[in-house]
């Protein structure tokens, strides 16, 4: 998966729907992406960036997408 300011992305359509199936049952939505895979884009969208609710992830994400994430209430956890 990539991550950009419109919601997460993925360039193999099988991932996709597993994960918008995933996210369907899910009471809460949490991606875990080093920090190689944010502010990209992959070939289709996963859901909305309004979908998710949590990030985890080894850097802290670049100001444009951080600003997107908190417009959007999504926590980001910075691990190491």
């Known amino acids: ?8 992305s993925d360039f193999n359509p099988d991932s996709v729907s597993i994960k918008r199936a995933m996210i369907a049952q899910a009471e ?5 992406l080093d920090h190689e895979k944010l502010g990209k884009v992959g070939f ?3 859901c909305a960036l309004s979908e998710m609710d949590h ?10 997408l951080a600003k997107a994430l908190g417009k959007h209430k ?5 691990s190491g």
């Open 1 to 8: 998966s990539r991550l950009d300011e419109q919601g997460p």
């Open 74 to 78: 999504v926590t980001v956890h910075v």
């Open 28 to 32: 809460e939505t949490i991606m875990v």
């Open 55 to 64: 990030l985890v992830t080894d850097m802290p994400p670049a100001a444009a």
């Open 44 to 46: 289709e969208r996963v």
